[in-house]
């Protein structure tokens, strides 16, 4: 029977950590794995930290709780990491929920291959578009777009290990990075599914500038570290630009 650790970073998330776990408790049980769920309250000024220690008296499932001074959400999957006991390991925002079925599924692709190091899906009721019901997700064809969402991942812990984990020097984009360094090393598979729920952060408009430096500065670290050329560097940010120029019009009108 395999471990899977579903860390969940949270912060000033009282009003949704408890809609997060229970998405995680009402996965199909299988009796090929089991959960341990660890909450990382990464500095909340707010009652998340009784939140989940409500949670945690009444779950079935272990959860631990994990408190540190806020650090980003980076530093906290990081913490949730190295208290990791699984052998895979499953990311889950506060804010957002997986849908049925999603761990099962992810689980059977990852236990059929063990060369697949990563298992990410659709969110939101929409699949992607011209694309098989599963598919691998090359390190060029992810470079353009992240469609790798942290709350869908499910990947070897080991295979996180080895890519570096998140970056806990940034607050945007690393995961991307991540997502990225495991991708040109190794394999990621897309399930065609949409089997979570994405909640878009409040003020999002206010962090389009940031989020948009974060990827640049991802570009720049992949030039840097030899897995693009100059030459791509430049077109993918002038792509990215492109794009978000567009996202800030439409957050405009």
Not at 48 to 72: C, D, F, M
Not at 113 to 130: H, I, K, Q, S
Request: overall charge positive.
């Amino acid at each position: 029977m395999s471990l899977v650790s579903v860390v969940i970073p949270a912060y000033n998330a009282e009003q949704t950590l408890a809609r997060a776990v229970h998405s995680v408790l009402d996965q199909e049980k299988d009796e090929r794995y089991q959960l341990e769920i660890i909450v990382v309250d990464d500095g909340s000024t707010d009652a998340t930290s009784r939140v989940a220690e409500s949670l945690a008296k009444r779950s079935p499932v272990h959860i631990r709780i994990i408190h540190q001074r806020n650090a980003g959400p980076a530093a906290a999957r990081n913490a949730g990491l190295r208290a990791a006991k699984g052998d895979y390991v499953a990311f889950l925002d506060a804010d957002d929920l997986w849908l049925p079925g999603k761990l099962r599924t992810q689980l059977a692709i990852l236990e059929a291959d063990p060369e697949v190091d990563l298992v990410c899906t659709a969110m939101n009721g929409t699949r992607f578009l011209c694309r098989p019901a599963q598919f691998t997700l090359r390190f060029r064809a992810l470079l353009p777009n992240n469609i790798v969402y942290t709350s869908s991942v499910v990947a070897r812990k080991n295979s996180l290990s080895a890519a570096g984990d998140f970056n806990e020097a940034r607050r945007y984009s690393e995961d991307f990075e991540l997502w990225l360094r495991i991708a040109h090393r190794g394999t990621i598979v897309v399930l065609n599914r949409p089997l979570i729920q994405y909640t878009k952060g409040r003020g999002i408009s206010a962090k389009l500038w940031p989020m948009e430096k974060g990827e640049l500065e991802t570009y720049a670290i992949m030039r840097t570290e030899g897995r693009i050329s100059a030459r791509r560097e430049a077109i993918l940010r002038w792509w990215s630009l492109s794009k978000y120029l567009v996202r800030r019009i439409r957050w405009s009108i």
